[in-house]
């Protein structure tokens, strides 16, 4: 006999997919023209996981560099030594970009590429994760070296009626290495490119910074040993380095520059398993502890109740200062959202894991007959879900416009698949299609959702995944000079951007 969770669950199961086939057989010839003339589409790429050049031109070692090639970190074994040399081979991107015929909008400018600055200020800064965190190192002409490049790169955009947007991703977890990159590092990229860049994103993902870098040290710096409480000092400073940088740029640069900053989170958005009270709680808690960790200060002034209940005094405090420099720091939210999952209350954790424990939630990937949850369906009626719930939550913040800044779906290196079967990414097509179709029901709906950029522009580095995974529109040949090929999700694009094919 089936149990009551389980019919529940298949229940709900039942209701999504009904939902979301009649979305989507609603808008099967869905175009850009469907979507509002301001809306922003794009697509990203990270410089860690593209540039390569690590040792080149006196750029300097990031935590990256150091974490990726110690052994054991990296499941293939590989590094990013080269990644996909998109440093000397950035003007042949944006030459086939702009050969691609994609008219894309970055915010009110005409842009494609989000290129992170992020990763090379990062490769400025070598930090001790001993003691105190005193050791940082901030070479004027490692500084001078990456300014120099990303000026190039940003010059060659320009001139192609390409613009940018660009990450300065200042973080670290300690106030004197907080201080050194305001002071240096974001100044820096202020005055150098304000002229040209006009949308800057603080941090991304500090969730996967605190908790995979800090808690189960998949990620760099790969610390596991203070895990119960490393990971929340870690956000905390994040939200502080995002808060300082924010009210540089609104004293210093913003009204002379005209630009706009914000904050981008991401989340594998939840849907409780069952209508039971206690996994509606549990599904809340689950979203606190990824978006309301980040954006509850910045709306409130404080973590989510519910994370000072579970956590007690491993949750540091903000101080009356830090409070006013938080409150409506952003102009706009960034969101990376990949898929989502049932959530269901559990007092005990199968996954043996601190940070779910702790949340008491179990995250469901199969149904209890052992059937995957991993449709299409399922990850993009997430969409809908955090749409909506985003417009809501980010009320009390000036309904501050959401942007999707990263959403895709992955392919497995496989080295026996055929080339041309690699190139004809037709799963990842429908992926796209059924997004954008959610998407454009939730700006119906009413979310002030104002822009869509996918990830990612080629296939890259993937962090601690190596080369395993495929995210890109363009396709990268690791074994015949990382030569540029454009898989069908490239073609699929430009097509739906010129209105010639449809979601």
Known sequence: MASTAMIEGLEKKRKIEEEWRSIYATKQSLTRADFPPD?????????????????????????????SHAPGNICDGSNAHVAVDQYHRYKEDIELIANWDLELTDFLYHGVVFFQVCDSLLGIVEISTTTAMESIWLSNTQLCLNEEWYVQLA???????LGTKVNIEGIRHYNNVINALLDKGMKLVFS????????????????????????????????????SNEPYLVAHHQLLAHAEAVSIYNKKYKDKQGGQIGLVVDCEWSEALSDRVEDRNATTRRLDF?????????CFGDYPETMREKLGDRLPKFSERHKELLKNSVDFIGLNHYTTR?????????????????????????WEGGETIGSIALALYGSLGHMESSRLHFYEIQQSPVYITENGMDDEEDETSPFNHML??????????????????????????????????????????????????????YKNGLTRHLKSSAYWFSQFLKAEGGA
């Open 192 to 227: 150098s490119f304000g002229d040209r860049v006009k949308n800057w994103i603080t941090i991304n993902e500090p969730l996967q910074t605190a908790v995979n870098g800090y808690y189960t040290g998949v990620y760099a710096p790969g610390r596991r040993e203070h895990s």
């Open 290 to 298: 990824q978006l309301g960790w980040f954006l509850d200060p910045i």
């Open 342 to 366: 049932f959530v269901c209350h559990a007092t005990v954790n199968r996954e043996d894991n601190d940070f779910y424990r702790v949340q008491e939630v179990e995250r469901i990937a199969e």
């Open 155 to 161: 010059d060659t955009i320009s001139a192609d009626g």
């Open 424 to 477: 004809d990414d037709k799963l990842r097509v429908s992926y796209y299609k059924g997004y954008l179709a959610a998407i454009h029901q939730a700006i119906k709906d009413g979310a002030n959702v104002r822009g869509y950029f996918a990830w990612s522009l080629l296939d890259n580095f993937e962090w601690h995944l190596g080369y395993t995974k495929r995210f890109g529109l363009i396709y990268v040949d």
């Open 39 to 67: 809306f922003t589409f794009g697509v990203a790429t990270a410089a860690f996981q593209v540039e390569g050049a690590c040792d080149e031109d006196g750029r300097g070692p990031s935590i990256w560099d150091a974490f």
